[in-house]
């Protein structure tokens, strides 16, 4: 079995920052792309940033300048440094990852997701 683990959401107010984490446990081969999705009420889930194992990142167009990924192969976790926060950002925001459980077996796994809440 796999699990993805999030933490660091939060309370903040515009302008500030959070940092956000995911840690990978279990039945883990190899991971290939990490990345953050978000979900606000009424929406439907948007990617935020990916990552890939050797470092090239993709982020949505709204969060570009403010949003940094970041991952730590040697402790299976992906970062999510969120700064200048605006409203529009509260959302759960949830972590995502391609793991290989062998050599031959892949899956997408998700977090529980960790709420973010920016007050104006």
């Known amino acids: 079995q796999v699990q993805l683990v999030e933490s660091g959401g939060g309370l903040v107010q515009a302008g500030g920052s959070l940092r956000l984490s995911c840690a990978a446990s279990?039945?883990?081969?190899?991971?290939?792309?990490m990345g953050w999705y978000r979900q606000a009420p009424g929406k439907q889930r948007e990617l935020v940033a990916t990552?890939?194992?050797?470092?090239?990142?993709n982020y949505a167009d709204s969060v570009k300048g403010r949003f940094t990924i970041s991952r730590d192969n040697a402790k299976n976790t992906v970062y999510l440094e969120v700064n200048s926060l605006k409203p529009d950002d509260t959302a759960v925001y949830y972590c995502?990852?391609?793991?290989?459980?062998?050599?031959?077996?892949?899956?997408?796994?998700w977090g529980q997701g960790t709420q973010v809440t920016v007050s104006s």
């Open positions: 279990g039945r883990i081969f190899s991971i290939v792309d």
């Open positions: 995502n990852a391609n793991i290989f459980t062998n050599w031959a077996s892949s899956g997408t796994y």
């Open positions: 990552i890939t194992s050797g470092g090239s990142t």
